[in-house]
Every structure is written in C-alpha cells, then in structure tokens.
C-alpha cells in the first residue's frame, strides 16, 4: 500500500466511526428492525474499506454510506417479500425525497435506547454499543462480564424493543421530564467512559448529545445542569493527565491551560437555569460545585466555605456514598486537615470497600499532618485496589515515594 493510499485508508476508518451510529439509528427509524439496520450498515462500512482506499475518498462519504446502507436494506426486504417488508421499503423510499428528518436521529435512539421498560444495565450497554460505537468486547470490559454474556444481554435487550414495540422516537412533551432522568444518566456514564485519556470522541458525541437535548427541552433545568457540569470537566480536560500520561490532581493543575470558551458556557448554562419554584438537582449541584473550583483563580483561593454546603444539599437530593467521600475531603480542605480525617473516619467504610478513594484521601491528609507511617500504610492500601499498570496506580506511587523515609513515630500537626 503507498502512502497516499494508506493515508486515504485512515480518512475512510475515520470518516466510518464519526458516521456509524447515525446510519444504524436512521436506518432503525426507517425498517424498525434492529438487526437488519445493523447488518445492513456493517455491508456498507465494509464496502466502503474496501473500495475508497483505491478510488479516493467521495464528496461527503455520510451520503456515500447512507445511500449504500439504504440500497442493502432495500435489497434485503425485497427478498423477504413480506407486507411488513413492503410497508418499511415505501417509508425507506419516502425517506430519500426527504431534505431533513424531524429531529437528530441519535437522539430518538438514546431515548430507545433509555426506555424504562428495559433494564439499567441493557440501557447502558445498549447506549454503549450502539450510540457510542463501542464494541461488544468494550462494553463487555466496562461492566466486567464476558464478551459472550454481553452479547447475550444486548441480543435480549434488542428483543425487548421489539417485543414491548417499544417506539423509536423522542417521547411526546406529556412524557419527556419522566423519561429525561434516565436519558441524563446514561449520557453522563457515555461522557465519564470517554472522560479518559485515550477515548476524546467519545466524550465529545456525549457533550454533542446533552446540548442537543438541551435544545429540544429548553426548560429542562437538570439537562442543563448536566451540560454545564460536563463542560466543566471539558474545560480541563487538557490538564488532568501529563505528558507521561500520568494523572495531575486538580491542586497541581494547570489553571492557565483551563478553557476559557468552555467554562464560560458552562456559567451560562448554569445561569439559566431557573428551577422553577423546584429544588435545585443532583447535576445542577454538581454543576455549581464545578463551577466554585473553575472561578478559584488558584487551588489555595477555592471556596470550599461555599462548597460544603452544596455537598450537604446534593447528599440531601441523592445520598451516595462517592458524594459523601467528597464532602468529607471539602471538609477538611475547609476546616482543616484533622477535620477531614474525623469525617472520613465518619463515612461507612463497609459501603466504600473496594473503592481507592477512600484509603487515597485517608493517606492524603494523613500526609499533611504529618503522620507518615500511617499515610504510608493508607497509600499502600490504595493501591492494593487498582490495577498494577494505571494512571491511578502510577499516581498513588508517586505520591507513596514522595513521602519521607525513617521519620519514626508520627507527629500530630
């Protein structure tokens, strides 16, 4: 392969992965069967490797792989020769004279996708799989099963759609706030599974996707608190790693690299927000917590006097105990570092088993008051919860190396 043709080959991959999820969810809408939408757009994807690293990239390559995933489908449900076949080879038909589609096809598929007739963890997955263009091995990994029981448990989630005729479609403005909830859920999980270092795109169609939303429930308090919280943690997304790859906590970061475009969004959306007479909720309050760290112009000048607070009214509209850790941590920050160790001390250790965070921010203050054994011993149980080869386990190290050797009994300062 010359080079010119490799370099078209990467564009054709690319071009493939930014328009797949559109070209499933278009082509669900039109047939209203999941599985020849998919079948039917893997043909054109493959056509396409196959044939634009020769003939050269076309015009818009989204019309080129619409069109061919169009024509297969067509294809296919002529062969079928059924009623069904032919009602959904008219709607395919009418579809082509038609300039736009009434609202973002991506969109109607989340809401399929986030019914609430489906399970939690089918919602999710499906979102991953489908919308986010995750493979079935990727989400497979996020949820810690095998590739074969996620392919499984997507297969019947797949079922349940067409089973309970779940319908493909942005619900009527009667049942949008029910369903927003969990629309909101799924998206901020897509968003913190492309939150890493290697997976942009991903957080971007989540960021993409929330927007949209906002668009089409410009009321929606609780879509644009979750705008303005992800635009937030966009707006440092470029310093929360180093150049080694490594993790930089956010005390460390670089506030001069933080975006100014972003965050600046991020206060408007927040501003807008109105509630209505309602309680402010959970991602709202998320929202407004980010937005006291974003307006610190340095980690020393944070308010945490105004953060605590706002951690006791997000522990009071949806307790959890991640949220609980993170108060506990603001109140050390706020009242000092023997302060903080009393409230983690407080937490329910039992419910946090297995979650690093906790022995981290134990060694963490442990180490500012000086008690290095102990922080020693806290750090070492940290790492004892993460993966040997990790930004957090490479982090934690760093900070277990940092800590002075032969101190001998801790001092309480």
Not at 211 to 235: K, Y
Not at 269 to 291: C, D, F, K, M, V
């Amino acid at each position: 392969m010359t080079a010119a043709t490799a370099k078209v080959a990467a564009a054709a991959a690319s071009a493939v992965a930014a328009e797949r999820a559109s070209m499933v969810a278009t082509l669900i809408r039109l047939t209203g069967d999941w599985e020849l939408a998919e079948d039917c757009v893997q043909d054109a994807v493959e056509k396409a490797l196959r044939h634009w690293p020769e003939a050269g990239l076309p015009r818009s390559p989204a019309a080129w792989l619409t069109t061919a995933a169009r024509n297969r489908a067509l294809d296919v449900l002529r062969r079928r020769r059924t009623e069904q076949a032919k009602l959904a080879e008219r709607a395919l038909l009418d579809e082509a004279a038609q300039t736009a589609a009434d609202c973002d096809d991506r969109l109607s598929l989340i809401f399929t996708c986030c019914h609430p007739a489906l399970p939690l963890d089918g919602r999710v997955a499906l979102t991953l799989k489908t919308v986010a263009g995750l493979s079935t091995a990727q989400v497979a990994d996020a949820f810690l099963v095998s590739e074969s029981t996620m392919s499984q448990r997507l297969l019947r989630t797949k079922r349940k759609i067409s089973h309970a005729a779940i319908p493909y479609r942005v619900p009527p403005a009667e049942l949008l706030a029910e369903r927003t909830d969990g629309v909101l859920a799924v998206l901020y999980l897509v968003f913190n599974a492309g939150y890493g270092q290697l997976e942009r795109l991903l957080a971007d169609e989540a960021l993409r996707l929330v927007r949209l939303l906002v668009d089409l429930m410009p009321s929606a308090d609780e879509a644009r608190g979750l705008l303005a919280l992800i635009l937030f943690q966009q707006a440092r997304r470029a310093t929360r790693f180093d150049a080694a790859g490594d993790l930089v906590s956010m005390e460390e970061q670089d506030r001069s690299r933080w975006d100014p475009v972003l965050t600046a969004e991020a206060h408007r959306e927040l501003r807008r927000a109105t509630h209505s007479g309602r309680p402010p909720g959970p991602y709202w309050l998320q929202a407004r917590i980010a937005a006291c760290h974003a307006s610190a112009p340095s980690a020393q000048a944070t308010p945490w006097h105004a953060i605590v607070p706002l951690y006791d009214a997000l522990l009071a509209a949806q307790p959890s105990p991640v949220a609980a850790l993170n108060r506990a941590v603001a109140v050390g920050f706020r009242d000092g570092f023997a302060a903080g160790l009393d409230a983690l001390d407080a937490l329910d250790a039992d419910v946090l088993t297995g979650y690093h965070l906790l022995p981290a921010a134990r060694a963490d203050f442990l180490r500012r008051v000086g008690r290095t054994d102990a922080a020693r011993a806290a750090y070492e149980d940290a790492l004892q919860l993460v993966g040997e080869d990790t930004p957090e386990a490479r982090f934690l190290r760093r900070r277990l190396a940092s800590l002075p050797v032969g101190s001998g009994a801790d001092r309480l300062s």
